[in-house]
Structures are given as structure tokens and as C-alpha cells.
């Protein structure tokens, strides 16, 4: 008997015409009383919140796990996470192209669950079993210097780790584009539902991220990596859980096709038209159902084309957010980072400071900034789209600016007290000097970030909105495998003749500041490139639907 029959009955009685496009889970009509809406999307935000709070949790503190206990250098540790994230981030493309063709936006949630659950039990185990954990296997028998993980250890807690970046794949096209299905377009009262529900999205994303970052950070360097790997297992199987516990209620999308035939299939005919210089005509073999289909085809690949500049001047955010994670944590390592009565941060713990912006500057903007602007801009939405990213682009800009400024004043200091050939030494410098750069990139996540995820859902063509934000989430992607290539690359020039590379392991003989200020001319000739290619965008136009209509 299915599970979910049982639940059912408990509904309430559904009046009224059914909707259009959508079913439930078992192929029936929906009501509009008795589904979607913010009822619906709530089970799938409590999942979304765990999956954040799980691979934050990880994220945040693994390039300490990858300099400890499996011996990586500080080079290798920052290319290794950021080729890791970057993985986890261009994953979405293919599980936007199984969602959107074959399994749906409600399957492909619960094989990232699955996934994640996996995934997260195996970290576990490669933590704290004898056989799997990476204990040292030393070379000389008395000294821990030559002492290095074994290659197997290291393979299980790598297959692990990508496990993990297999179901965000899943999840991080799927998660957002569900909770949005759960609110119909057409409908003047539900699309303003949906516009919220992109900021206080990402609001509810910085609550599991800012809880893991100093719960999780704290447990792994306090009680241990079992425990530290073992709680963000136990939270998203709780969440699947209460993400099964919704399926009553959803709106389900079915994988758009016509005549059997994938919309990508659809779309890259159309595209490769477009790019070979021949035009999808109507000719008079064709029936009037092809040639509209043709017309959809052609209108789906101007959509995505009008994005794809947008998405190329997007990359450099993508650079500078990767640094968060890797060498803003390193950076932070090394500074004085007692608080109160001695008690010492976790250097993952400062990463706080930006989901904390952000839990601050969501409801700021959501419901002072966005009133003001729609009275100054007449856009209902305040700031259009991509004016939001733009800002965004600006924001981070400065950030990484200021995180320029920082490291270079954290270099005097090392230098004027004699630290520079110490690594393991203290920098007489507060942790409160790294708080605006990680404020400011909070700030620039609120308005790019969300800008992005909305622009990315919003204009893409509706069977492909998976896709549109797996190419959103591949902006980060992309952007942590060119911060990897660029950190590799320079460490290898800049340590070549046997000076100090620019990422060398002693920081206080690195010059990480001379990277940021490149990042930041990166980040300038991006927004230059973005703000000439947003003058020239149209957007989608959409037909509302009166209020008094299909309120049923």
C-alpha cells in the first residue's frame, strides 16, 4: 500500500476547476485550496536548509581536514577544495538535463536525499572506523615527520566527498525550481509568493549555514571529525523525512516532452539552426501543431541565448566567492581569535559573519530597501533583475578590495614583530579585521546570488527552468575551478625558482594580498562586460491572469 494514501484523506475537499500543467505525486488534479503555496514549499525549504547546513558543514572546514589529517600542503588543499565545490557546483547541469527529460523536479529531490544520506555516512565511517580512517602509516617506524594517510584511506574519504557532490547534482537544480512550481506563475497573488520565496530562500539557507560553520566547525575541532561528519548525516536524513512527509500536497511538473521528444533535444535543434545560419521555416508539409512546436522550439533558444552573455560576465563572482571557503579561513587561522574569557574560535567559525549579514540585510531589503526602490524605480520588485546582480557584482568588488587591504596590514604586522619565519605563530591582529570582508560578501550574495537564481528560473524557457538554475549554480562552479587553475598556476611561477610562492605554506612569507588585488581587477573588467550586455537585455514578458480568475 502506498504511504502516502494514508495522508491523503486528510486533505481538504477539493472545489473548483483543476489546474492546469500540474498533477500530485500519482498523476491526479490538483486544487489550488488544497496545494502548493507556501504550505508546500516549506517541506521543501526544511530539506534545502538541511542540505545547506550538511555540505556547509563539510565545506567549511575541510581545507583544515585536508592540511591535517591527510597531510595536504596549503596549495593542494585550496586547489583540491575548490576543484571539489566546483564539482559540486557544475553537477547540476546534468542533473537539470535527467530532471527536466526523464525524472521530474519531486524524483530527482529524493535521489539527492538518497545521495546525500549516502554520502554523509560514508564521511562518517572514514572518519571513525580503524580500517578507513586516514591514520598516519609511518615510513621510518619512530618519526610522525615522514608519516603520510594511506592511498586507500584517502580514496574512500575522496569517493565520499564526491558522493556528496553527485546529489547536490540532483538537488541544487531541483530544490529551488520545486519550491517555485509550488506557486503558479499566471496568478498576481502566488507570483509575488514566489518572488519572496527567492529571498527568504537564501535567508533560510544562511540560518543552516551560519549554524554549521560555527556548530559544526566547533564539534570537528573540538570533540572530533566523526562527530563533526556524523551530525550533518543525521540532519538531512531528518529532513528527507520531513520532505517525504509534504508529498501529499505538492504540485508536480511531469518532464516536459512533445511527441516523445526531450526539450533539450528540441532545443539544441533549434540552437544549432540559429548558429548555422538556417531558420526554423514553416513549410507546407508541416501540420499546424509542428509548426507551432517549431516556433517554441526557436522561441526556447533565444531565451537561452540572450542569457548565455550574462552567464559568461558572471564567472569572476564566481572566483572571488570560492576564496571564502579556502583562503579566508587560512587567513583567519593565524590571527588572534580569542573572544571573552580566552575562548578561541574555530577558524571556520568566522565564516559565520556572512550567512550572519545576511540573515541581517534579507529582511532589510525584503521589506524596507524594496518598498523605497518600487516608489523610486516603479518596478514592483524594486530593483529589476539584473540591476540586483549588478549591485551584487559591485559589492563584492569592494570586498575583495578590503580583503586586499587586510591581508597586506596582517603582513606588517608579522613582519614588525619578527613572525615572518614562524608559520605556526599567532599574528598579534584581531579576528575582527576579517569581519567586513565577509560581511560585504554576504551582502553581495543577497543581491547576486538571489538576483542570479531568480533571473536563471524566471527566464528560462518553462520545461528547462532545472537547467536555468544548474547554469546559475555553474557560475560557482566554473568560477572554484578557475581559482584552482589560477592558484595552481601561480604557485608554480611564483615558487619556480625557489623563492616564496604567493600560497607558500608559511602565510606570513605568502602574498595572498597580491591575489585578491587581482581577483579585483578580475571582478571590474567582469562588471564593466555585464553592465554592457545588461542595457541590452529584454526580458521574458509574462500574461497575469486576473485576481478574480482561478482562485479555486
Not at 43 to 58: N, P, Q
Not at 277 to 290: F, I, M, P, V, Y
Amino acid at each position: 500500500m502506498d504511504p502516502f494514501l494514508a495522508v491523503a484523506p486528510l486533505l481538504p475537499t477539493t472545489t473548483g476547476k483543476p489546474l492546469a500543467g500540474v498533477s500530485d505525486y500519482r498523476g491526479r488534479p490538483v486544487y489550488r485550496r488544497n496545494s502548493g503555496g507556501w504550505r508546500s514549499a516549506l517541506f521543501v525549504v526544511a530539506v534545502e536548509i538541511a542540505g545547506s547546513f550538511a555540505y556547509f558543514g563539510i565545506s567549511a572546514n575541510l581545507i583544515t581536514y585536508l592540511t591535517g589529517p591527510l597531510g595536504h600542503s596549503n596549495a593542494s588543499a585550496a586547489a583540491a577544495v575548490n576543484a571539489w565545490s566546483g564539482t559540486a557546483s557544475l553537477m547540476p547541469l546534468l542533473g537539470a538535463f535527467l530532471a527536466d527529460a526523464y525524472l521530474g523536479r519531486y524524483r530527482s529531490v529524493i535521489l539527492a536525499c538518497s545521495l546525500y544520506v549516502l554520502g554523509y555516512s560514508m564521511l562518517t565511517l572514514s572518519s571513525t572506523l580503524p580500517g578507513l580512517r586516514p591514520s598516519p602509516t609511518c615510513t621510518d617506524g619512530n618519526s610522525l615527520l615522514s608519516c603520510k594517510p594511506g592511498w586507500a584511506q584517502v580514496a574512500f574519504f575522496y569517493v565520499s566527498l564526491y558522493l556528496v557532490a553527485l546529489a547536490q547534482g540532483a538537488d541544487k537544480p531541483c530544490g529551488l525550481a520545486f519550491a517555485a512550481d509550488q506557486f503558479d506563475a499566471d496568478h498576481p497573488k502566488e507570483r509575488a509568493s514566489r518572488g519572496s520565496l527567492f529571498n527568504w530562500w537564501f535567508f533560510c539557507m544562511a540560518v543552516g549555514i551560519s549554524v554549521a560553520v560555527s556548530l559544526v566547525g566547533y564539534i570537528q575541532e573540538n570533540v572530533g571529525w566523526g562527530v563533526g561528519f556524523g551530525t550533518p548525516c543525521a540532519v538531512v536524513l531528518c529532513a528527507f523525512t520531513v520532505f517525504l512527509l509534504g508529498t501529499p500536497t505538492y504540485r508536480v511538473y511531469a518532464p516536459t516532452t512533445s511527441g516523445g521528444e526531450s526539450p533539450f533535444v528540441r532545443l539544441a535543434r533549434s540552437l544549432a539552426a540559429k548558429t548555422g545560419g538556417r531558420h526554423l521555416l514553416a513549410s507546407d508539409s508541416q501540420s499546424q501543431e509542428e509548426e507551432e512546436e517549431e516556433a517554441a522550439a526557436a522561441a526556447d533558444a533565444r531565451c537561452v541565448l540572450r542569457l548565455l552573455p550574462i552567464w559568461a560576465t558572471s564567472l569572476a563572482y564566481g572566483v572571488v566567492y570560492a576564496q571564502i571557503m579556502t583562503l579566508f579561513n587560512k587567513q583567519g587561522r593565524t590571527l588572534d581569535r580569542r573572544i571573552g574569557g580566552g575562548l578561541e574560535l574555530p577558524p571556520a567559525a568566522l565564516q559565520t559573519f556572512g550567512p550572519a549579514s545576511i540573515l541581517l540585510f534579507v529582511p532589510i531589503y525584503d521589506r524596507a530597501l524594496v518598498p523605497a526602490l518600487r516608489w523610486a524605480t516603479g518596478n514592483p520588485s524594486g530593483l529589476s533583475m539584473l540591476q540586483r546582480v549588478g549591485a551584487g557584482m559591485a559589492t563584492s568588488l569592494a570586498a575583495v578590495s578590503v580583503a586586499a587591504l587586510v591581508e597586506g596590514r596582517r603582513l606588517a604586522t608579522a613582519r614588525e614583530h619578527g613572525l615572518v619565519d614562524d608559520p605556526g605563530a599567532t599574528v598579534p591582529m584581531s579576528w575582527v579585521w576579517l569581519v567586513p570582508q565577509y560581511a560585504m560578501m554576504g551582502v553581495a550574495d543577497v543581491l547576486a546570488v538571489v538576483g542570479l537564481q531568480e533571473l536563471f528560473y524566471d527566464q528560462m524557457p518553462d520545461g528547462l527552468r532545472s537547467l536555468g538554475l544548474a547554469l546559475y549554480l555553474s557560475v560557482m562552479g566554473i568560477g572554484g575551478f578557475i581559482s584552482s587553475f589560477l592558484i595552481s598556476l601561480i604557485d608554480g611561477i611564483t615558487g619556480r625558482s625557489g623563492g616564496d610562492s604567493w600560497f607558500a605554506d608559511n602565510l606570513n612569507r605568502a602574498h595572498l594580498d597580491y591575489f585578491y588585488w587581482l581577483l579585483a581587477a578580475l571582478s571590474a573588467v567582469e562588471l564593466a562586460l555585464f553592465l554592457c550586455f545588461a542595457r541590452s537585455y529584454v526580458y521574458k514578458r509574462y500574461s497575469l491572469i486576473s485576481s478574480s480568475v482561478n482562485q479555486k
